[in-house]
């Protein structure tokens, strides 16, 4: 069989998949007060992982990267809503939000607020619906 | 001095609007092509270059109202513009975009 000439992707592309793993980090953290959030977030990491998927084969990704993409969905979906269930623990209405400052070693004084947990939770899901469509397309060839 | 700042303003929001309208007839020819294309491939490299198209539009929007918000925007429609090219030129070329296993 014919078979293509891609030695430039192949080595180009193990780098660019961790630029896109590390942009897709700072998109997740950066959603609060400006663009990005988990939904961006995770389809940029979806992204690399396809780009590994295109340019290393089906195969290969799947002994790197072991993962069962259809169980993100369920535990995606349960951080989301345990998140907005947890605040009746504190007498809260549902999905209500709080935040504070805390001092870190290295960061210094950065703001935590409990609606990064949902945030984790939709890219989680956004994760495993994106990779479970393309995987499914993609294995539909015989 | 004022003078030659509210000048160059007033030239900026022109060449701008020249720009947008510019993008605005590359957009619609593009569209053509996509809709009327004669071949398949045609279509595709259509749809790319729509995607360059609009990464352009989000720079001249981020002159046009004074922001540096747009700026991860332009990155994310990069990004993904790149992986449609990837794709597309593996279609053109193999006819499948995920092969199971390429050895």
Known sequence: MYKPNDLILRTTSSLIA????????????????SPGGGFVGGLMTSGAILLMNMSYGADVVKKVLPIDFTKLIPIGLAIAVGTG????????PFLSQTYDYYTFPIFGKI????????????Y??????????????????? | ???????????????????FIGI???????????????????RAVALDTIGINLMGLAGLMAIFIVTTKLNDVILLIGILAFLGTLAIAKYL??????DRDLD
Do not use: W
Not at chain 1, 125 to 136: A, E, F, K
Not at chain 2, 93 to 98: A, L, R
């Open chain 1, 18 to 33: 961790f630029i896109l793993l590390g942009f897709a980090v700072y998109l997740l953290l950066a959603g609060h007060n």
């Open chain 1, 85 to 92: 269930v947890g605040s009746f623990l504190f007498k809260a």
């Open chain 1, 111 to 122: 703001e935590l607020a409990t609606a990064m947990i949902f945030d984790i939770g939709v």
């Open chain 1, 124 to 142: 989680l899901t956004v994760v495993g619906v994106m990779m479970t469509i393309i995987l499914t397309i993609a294995n539909d060839q015989d």
């Open chain 2, 1 to 19: 001095m004022t003078d030659l700042l509210t000048t160059t303003e007033q030239i900026l929001h022109v060449v701008v609007i020249i720009c």
């Open chain 2, 24 to 42: 605005a007839i590359s957009l619609a020819l593009l569209l053509y092509r996509v809709i009327a294309g004669p071949t398949q491939p045609d």
């Open chain 2, 93 to 98: 070329e193999k006819g499948v975009i995920i």
